[in-house]
């Protein structure tokens, strides 16, 4: 199924040992730096050995039993992932893409590198929709993941999933423009399975979001934009007063162009009509009705949740109100709606999706459209999450949460970029629950020191916080929180 990781995740493992106190690899065997998601997958295991543990759990869902079946035909890119799970081309799929999320590759996805969703076309058939149908693919470009998600038949819980794969530039380094274009697509050499249970207590934990009313609720899957307008997605071409605001202008007037958008022209633009993205036509994807097809797969897949063995479970979405704040900012310039939820969401460690449909930087926009081959050449030396991040206007970073404000308070700041791994009703169990970020009476002198260093690493340490892809914050920010946690010390003068 995999062959075992090459030169990459040899170091990871090797870097992950010198975390714990092992001995340091050798000069000659650092020839690439490991990204820090290297060195937390190398904590877990990798290659056919870390399949192995997912598959001899014996998974339901579809996701599970088609890749731990032995006989499935070998995976070398993601059209024979989708075909693999029964959501090849020719097969009963839905395709949907966003170009602002903020899943696991939020910090990623913009006009320039939308986040594409495969899923089963539940209206396919006739026939009752069943657990075994509730199948997903998430993928955006920058980093050599997969997300897929399917819900077992007996216990009608949902499994997540993350699949790494590998490819010929491991054995040197992958640059941008082998991760930013579609040679990630394809030409794999290795992947490795994770189950959402295997990545608890990482920065890709699925659950952190995925089980957003703790973790002992059920888990379920997520939509913030869960009906017309859907604006972050890939058929959202804007709207006038007529079509987004409820107070409508006088009969017989024309309405006034309230907000537009383009969807996934930039994407069209750059990859041609004929050409493929996420493994997926370019055409397909922009032809689809995006943020509709999603939102009724979660609509069917609530229906089932209702006949299940836990229909009292709370599935109530994190819903973000569009059309509001639109219409707000049309009219006032602002939106009362969007500041209230940003407070709101961000005080549970969740980042806000944008009030505008667009959060791709300006210049970069251009700069990307007019040549994006030379664009990712000039950037050869960067990392390629990184380049992808800079898609991403810095004060529309900030409005979204993954940078704090200049007035934002320290309590504020921890609990924006903390909590939703350092929660009060954390397991116990788990390393992360040594900080709570709802409390910060009376602090440990040894967890406010360990807090301090953390902080105060590299941006590329593994051990980071928060981590660079959740967020980050400025060295301003970061001397606010440690004067803040000093004042609160258990013991002051050991707080240093």
Known sequence: MTRPWKTVFVLAAATASTLSGACAPTTTELTVRPRPEDVWLGHIGTGPRQTRRVCDRSPRDRVGLALCNPSTPPIYGLEDLYRAIRLGEGQ??????????????A?????????????????????PITPERIVATSFA??????????????????NFYLLRFEQECNRSRCTPEDLLSARLESGWTDWTLYADRDLVDTPLDCLSCHQPYGTASYKFLLMRQLIDPWMHWGDFRGGNEHDLCPIQPPDGAPGKVVVTADGLDVLLALEG????????????????KSGQAFAELLND???????GPHPEAPSEQLYFQTREVVCERFNDGASKTWNEERSVFLSRGLPTPYYGPDVTAPNLRAEVLADRLGFLRRHADEDA?????????????????FFPRETDSAPE??????????????DPGLRRARFNATSFEHIDPKAFREIVRRLLLPRDS????????????????????VTYLRDHCAKPNACY
Not at 97 to 103: E, F, I, K, N, Q
């Open 92 to 105: 009963p799929r839905m395709v949907a893409a966003t170009t602002h999320s903020l899943g696991l590759s």
């Open 107 to 127: 910090r990623s996805v913009s006009t320039l590198n939308p986040r594409a969703f495969v899923f089963e076309d539940t209206n396919a058939s006739s026939g």
């Open 141 to 158: 470009r920058g980093e050599q993941f997969v997300e897929l998600v399917g819900q077992d038949p007996t216990t009608y819980d949902y």
């Open 273 to 288: 009509t004929s050409g493929r993205y996420a493994g997926v036509p370019v055409s397909e994807l922009h032809a689809a």
């Open 301 to 307: 897949a609530g229906q089932i949740l209702a006949l």
């Open 385 to 401: 999450l990184d380049v992808a991040m800079t898609f991403i206007g810095r004060d529309v970073a900030t409005d979204i949460g």
């Open 413 to 426: 700041i921890l609990r924006a970029m903390c909590i939703r791994c350092h929660a009060g009703d954390t």
């Open 462 to 481: 593994p051990e980071l916080m928060p981590p660079v892809r959740a967020g980050e914050l400025p060295r301003s920010a970061i001397a606010k929180v």
